[in-house]
């Protein structure tokens, strides 16, 4: 087994688990890091690539996923907080009754 | 002085900036400053030696056909910057009295709104090519929302606005259409007709279509003519400069700018001048209707935009031109002087509640009565000379488009004199219709001062009374720039096309002034019965509407369907998560399956 190929696969599982995740879980901070976990994933392969060309273009381009990912998380965390604040419970189905 | 005027839309930035910032005792007297310095020097490149320049600043936009900053100074747009800067003046120093009764952060923001409007007109004009003229266009659009919806906390003022917007988004989506369908490096408004740059599918006759269409959305023509009356919910300064003037007429002057397209695809231009001639027709025709002031005199905006619609389709853009020009003038003195008359009746714009004020208001019914000679085109006057050109270019190409326009003006005639006569002369205002929920002034200490002193003189205010003046002037002398001497046709040369000399009354010029005339003393005849209360066209559409049913016809139809499909497809929103990131993640597999598939 060469490196590329534990590096694609641990991405892969990687996705997964975070797909797993965000379809499985009813609390939207869970939710908040399976979606970290895939973004990551795509990292992962993204790095790779770049080494594999012997470019940086894609490391950048991982750099910006996490720059992406953070400011994501900031707006997730603050709906799931203001959610908290007005129901006291967490679900995110929760909040389905809002609509029109 | 030519690179001056090229960066003249930077002069109302000061003005602006203390405007916002609140300096000086007076809210938005610093922002006088830009349209006066505007204006001076545009008329002082008119008077100078009128050395032509280019200002281009290349790979501004780099991702457009040609997406330079390019600015262009010739008589074309230092004509129509003048015209912006005079205007404009009259309507700032007019606005500082009118808008008195306004809160001092009120007419702050009216100013600051007023200077972004004058900023971005004066970029329109002086736009090179078609991606700065967008930034331009879009701006005069903004400002109009903003401006129209000015009163937001009143009914109707934020539907107004959203309808001016609507209608806007039309034009500017026409044009970034042209914009972005042109070949690479096309673009420059003078060689768009070149066969380089109508080397596309379509040919010169679709990018001449999206410009009409684009031109039709902002001089509110043909179908897109909706907005405008409804844009008299602003305030009536801005209803004066904007929607009357200047903003409107920038359809108008994009037509001119481009004459050389047009006269590339026939068939455009003949549709344009149809389209003119219908909406002139239709404009005097819905003006008839209106139980509304300000709304009489926007359909008769709309009405004479027609007319130099007409004049461009017809072949003659230096008559629009010509007609542009002193319409700015006089239209822009009606709808001061009938500011004049809402001021001094605290708010009130309906009929029913004016009538009888020629000795309670004698500057207004003076300065209403010139621009109401003028508009009809009293021969002397200068509607008559720039309407007879349009007149005479619609005879020699197409004669029963001519007599249309011509058949027009006995409606143009008919409607001023309505609201001439139903405002100045005409019968007393029936006291219960006059309802206080339009009444803008919170001062109710007594009933209605505009009442009480009817048989006595109102309130001329000095500061609104003299932007008056040069209006009026320009309204009885504009004529005599082109007749006898022909100066402006010398002038603008050929930026606004071939131009025949003007002669003093043509003889269809003539018989349309002898209508336009006999439809004035008929409505003075006429004003003598009581004002009956009629439905504007909008509203008459929606009354045959409802009585017709809406499900009936076809039209109905697509609308029952529309709602119903809607209404099934909203059943997927269910607000559930979960099921939202399933059919994604499903979605995605998909994507991947397809796309993997060896």
């Not at chain 2, 204006?39 to 002082?44: K, R």
């Not at chain 2, 879009?138 to 107004?160: C, D, K, M, N, Q």
């Not at chain 2, 003889?507 to 019965?529: C, D, I, T, V, Y």
Request: glycine content about 12%; aromatic content about 6%.
């Amino acid at each position: 087994m060469t490196a590329e190929t534990l590096v694609l696969a641990t991405s892969a599982v990687l996705l997964a688990l975070g797909a797993s995740g965000v379809l499985m879980r009813r609390n939207p901070v869970s939710m908040l890091m399976s979606i970290e976990l895939m973004l990551n994933a795509g990292n992962l392969v993204l790095v790779l690539a770049a080494r594999a060309r012997g470019a940086v273009d894609g490391q950048a381009a991982a750099l910006i996923v996490l720059v992406l990912a953070a400011a994501e998380a900031v707006i997730g965390l603050g709906i799931a907080l203001a959610l908290f604040r007005t129901r006291e419970n967490v679900d995110v189905d929760g909040p389905a009754e809002i609509h029109g | 002085m030519s690179l001056l005027l090229a960066w003249a839309w930077l002069f109302t930035l000061p003005g602006l900036l203390l405007t916002v910032l609140g300096v000086g005792r007076r809210p938005g007297a610093a922002s006088l400053a830009g349209p006066a310095l505007i204006a001076a020097v545009a008329l002082g490149w008119l008077l100078g030696p009128r050395t032509p320049a280019d200002v281009v600043l290349a790979n501004w936009l780099p991702f457009l056909p040609n997406g330079a900053f390019h600015l262009r100074v010739d008589a074309l747009s230092a004509l129509m910057l003048a015209v912006v800067g005079v205007v404009s003046l009259c309507v700032y120093i007019y606005a500082l009295a009118y808008m008195e009764e306004e809160p001092p952060s009120g007419q702050r923001r009216f100013f600051a709104f007023l200077d972004i409007f004058v900023a971005s007109m004066a970029i329109l004009v002086l736009a090179g090519n078609l991606a700065l003229l967008l930034v331009g266009w879009t701006g005069v659009g903004l400002a109009s929302f903003l401006l129209i919806s000015f009163w937001h906390e009143r009914p109707g003022a934020i539907g107004a606005g959203l309808q001016a917007l609507a209608a806007n988004a039309v034009g500017d989506a026409a044009l970034l259409l042209a914009i972005v369908l042109l070949p690479a490096g096309c673009g420059d408004l003078l060689t768009l007709q070149t066969p380089t740059c109508v080397a596309v599918p379509g040919g010169a006759g679709l990018v001449a279509t999206l410009l009409v269409i684009a031109a039709s959305a902002k001089s509110a023509q043909g179908p897109l003519y909706f907005w405008l009356p409804s844009a008299m919910a602003g305030p009536t300064p801005v209803s004066a400069l904007i929607h009357a003037a200047t903003m409107v007429a920038a359809g108008v002057y994009l037509l001119v700018r481009t004459h050389a397209l047009l006269a590339a695809a026939p068939t455009v231009a003949l549709a344009t001048a149809v389209i003119g001639v219908l909406t002139a027709l239709g404009g005097g025709l819905a003006s008839l209707q209106q139980s509304n002031f300000k709304r009489g005199l926007a359909y008769s905006t709309v009405s004479q935009l027609g007319y130099m619609f007409a004049g461009i389709g017809l072949g003659a853009p230096f008559a629009a031109m010509f007609h542009l020009v002193t319409h700015a003038a006089f239209k822009a003195l009606l709808f001061l002087s009938a500011g004049l008359v809402i001021h001094a009746r605290h708010g009130h714009e309906e009929l029913a509640a004016l009538g009888g004020l020629r000795r309670a208001l004698p500057g207004a019914h003076l300065a209403f009565l010139i621009g109401s000679l003028a508009l009809i085109g009293v021969p002397g006057l200068s509607g008559a000379f720039s309407k007879d050109a349009i007149l005479e270019a619609a005879e020699r190409a197409n004669l029963l488009l001519g007599l249309a326009l011509a058949g027009a003006v006995f409606l143009t005639g008919l409607y001023i004199g309505r609201l001439f006569f139903g405002v100045f002369y005409g019968p007393r205002p029936d006291e219960s219709r006059v309802t206080s929920h339009e009444s803008r002034v919170t001062s109710s200490s007594s009933p209605d001062p505009g009442l009480a002193t009817r048989e006595s003189r109102l309130d001329e205010p000095a500061l609104i009374l003299w932007p008056l003046v040069p209006l009026a002037i320009g309204a009885v002398l504009l004529g005599y720039l082109e007749w006898p001497s022909g100066l402006l046709s010398g002038l603008l040369g050929d930026t606004a096309g071939h131009a025949e000399p003007v002669r003093f009354i043509s003889p269809l010029g003539a018989a349309a002034a002898l209508l336009g005339l006999a439809g004035f003393a008929l409505s003075a005849r006429q004003s003598r019965e009581p004002a009956r209360e009629r439905p504007g066209l909008p509203e008459a559409v929606e009354q045959v509407h409802a009585t017709a049913g809406a499900a009936s016809g076809w039209v109905g139809g697509v609308a029952e369907a529309g709602l119903g499909l809607a209404g099934r497809l909203a059943a997927v929103h269910t607000g559930q998560l979960g099921r939202y990131v399933l059919v994604s993640v499903l979605g995605i597999a998909v994507i991947l399956l397809i796309g993997l598939r060896p």
